[in-house]
């Protein structure tokens, strides 16, 4: 049978990530703790590993090799266990600790390229003032300031004068909510109150770059996730480019544009949550997200049983219109695909089906409880696993997912999801033979 | 063989006759070394100021009228510690004029005023060093050992030699003995400075010397004014043996009562010193806890 012209969009689709230069770009960083940090270096370059170092020298690798580049308005997650290196890697990143070897460069276009690890002290002091701030997993604000007054402390240091950074202080409170506070001392706030001043002091400098080392992990949980969402919300309207430090995977997928994992001072894996969740390289990846939860981080896209002849038949063809018919499925409903690739019209045993947008099904949905058997639904590919299964509570019948242009990527019915949830994957991504059980991929394709 | 076996006998016996270490004969040369090089340079440059500075502190405080002194006192004490500390001192300082050594009093006052102003002038810059500085400490900090535990009589014999007798070697002595808390305490508390707090300074691009007057010292400051405290403390004691070189005030009292046998006017010197020792201590530990860096509840 003739292949189906369709599937090249999707792929091509896929492939969109990579736009402008870094803002921040790491080459081989690594940090080594001890006497004499560069005389192991020759060492571990030789391949030797770790362990063996750490036995025989008494320097311990903090960081080793690790590469990465931020690009412009995202929130790029460093994620790792305690002890992997990465608040280490964090504080390389402004210098807070000298870098053994390796090089960072910071890519501003109001200052142009500079190479962060070979600056000196003075130019270094002013790329802290201006172009990095940062925000600490305890907070580290000074107790003997106010709140408004350690908000302000870095526009102090850059010799603003107090009316103007007072004005910007208070601009800034306001954006986290704290304005009220302003004239209170931080002992006198909450924990989650205490790192709001801790984030504004961060975002007062209007430095392009914002490090942040951990900065929900001190908090409850419930505290923890507004702080995430209130840090995507400021993230929208500043877009900053925001080095995220954590120890706590769903933390990462839920804010993080990109993620980079690290196991014992070794970035394994860097990614978007979803290429992680789906594509886990290492087994300690694999082992990582497990337990996380895929409804938020995959997308429709990526679980689609994608248009091809592999899945589907043609059973017949009508004024230019296709009509496909699920391979070996029970019910005998048939796609109208027109020669754009658009979804024409949707035939179950030969009534037409009703279709509805996404945003028409949640409309309907807010009205009427009852689920429906009449109407199929059409979604974007950029919908996350939630939004389909919201869907699926609302229909019996398969969603359709689209691409940006509406023309049809792939279908999503029962196996599907069912794939998605357990395996966090599609039926043809992620498909990590070394990583996935042979009883968990004999589930998955039993289903069908 | 006998003779080996005598001889060890002997040293068992008496093993300090085998070596005599003269230092007391060193002491004396270097005493009078030093004595006879630097006699003319101590007595041009370093008595003119401490002097200027005693006198222009005690004309200043004998001028007030006792009542507005008093006055003053309650009000000082009550801005930096409370209103009961305010009257505790007013009451205090009222008996030690209703004893009759009021002009005394105001004399030993000026005479600690400023050993302790010198002692801050010198043990501050000194105390912050030593907290940067590794190597600087481990120099210092024997010295240190040296000038506080050192009987305060030892050092009166090398001051009257320099400086002659009077308040000035007096103070000089006081000032030498009194420093080192503020060295030590200024050392100690700029270290004990959260470290994040530091990092995060660091982190904004502060230079060391914004580190240190924005977040070291005003976080340092309750800690640095236990040790001014202490300083107010020890000088206060030392001011009393002061008076064996000359050195007026209380002290004079205390020491002229003892060699006369006149028991009443050694108490009323002592009992003196007793109350003024408590309404400074008070006055600078109310300071300490009120300061700008009292707001150290962490945050955490």
Known sequence: MRMLRFEVSFFNGAANDQGGPALIRAEAVTKIFGPNPHS??????????????????????????????????????????????KSTLIRCVNRLFEPTSGKIFLNDPDHGEQEITALDQEALRKVRKYQMSMVFQHFALFPHRTVLSNVVYGLEIQGKHKAEREEEGHRVLKMVGLDSWANTYPSELSGGMQQRVGLARGLATQAKVLLMDEPFSALDPLIKVN?????????????????????????????????????????????????????????????????????GVITAKTIALPLRDKYFDKTHERNGIQYLHRKGGERSIEYGIDDQGKLENVRWDDRNVTVQSLEDAYKAMAEESERRDDTLVTCRGTCVLRDVLRCRSYTSLPIIVTDDSGRVVGLIDEPELITAILEKRGIESGSNESVTTEREAHVAHGND | MNELMDLLRGVLAAPFDLLDIPVRAWITDIVNWIVSMFRGFFRAYISPPVRSVMETIQWALSSIPPTVFLLAVFLVAWRSASWKVGLFSVIALALIGFMGVWDQMILTLSLITTAVIFSIIIGLPLGILSSRSDLFYTII?????????????????????????????????????????????????????????????????????????KVQFPLAMPTIMAGVNQTIMLSLSMVVIAAIIGAGGLGLEVYAGL??????????????????????????????????????????
């Open chain 1, 227 to 295: 702080m995430q969402q209130e840090l995507v919300k400021i993230q929208d309207e500043l877009a900053r480019t925001i080095l995220f430090i954590t120890h706590d995977l769903d933390e990462a997928m839920r804010i993080g544009n990109h993620i980079a994992i690290m196991e014992a001072g070794e970035i394994v894996q860097i990614g978007t949550p979803e290429e992680i969740l789906v594509n886990p390289r290492t087994e300690y990846v694999a082992n990582f997200v497990e337990h996380a939860d895929p409804t």
């Open chain 2, 259 to 300: 060699e006369r046998l006149n028991i009443g006017q050694a108490f009323v010197g002592g009992i003196g010193i007793v109350l003024l020792a408590m309404v400074l201590d008070r006055i600078t530990q109310g300071l300490g806890q009120k300061g700008p860096g009292a707001k150290e509840k962490r945050s955490k």
């Open chain 1, 40 to 85: 192991v270096l020759p060492l571990l370059e030789q391949g030797q590993s770790k362990d063996d170092i750490q036995r025989e020298t008494s320097h311990i690798i903090g960081v080793c090799n690790a590469s990465f580049s931020l690009e412009p308005g995202e929130i790029f997650v460093i994620m790792g266990l305690s002890g992997s290196g």
């Open chain 2, 141 to 213: 900090r024997p010295i240190l050992d040296i000038m506080q535990t050192t009987p305060p009589f030892v050092y009166l014999v090398p001051a009257v030699m320099l400086f002659g007798i009077g308040n000035v070697p007096g103070l000089i002595a006081t000032i030498i003995f009194g420093m080192p808390p503020v060295i030590r305490l200024t050392n100690l508390a700029i270290r004990q400075v959260q470290p994040d707090l530091v990092e995060a300074a660091v982190a904004f691009g502060s230079t060391r010397r914004e580190i240190l007057t």
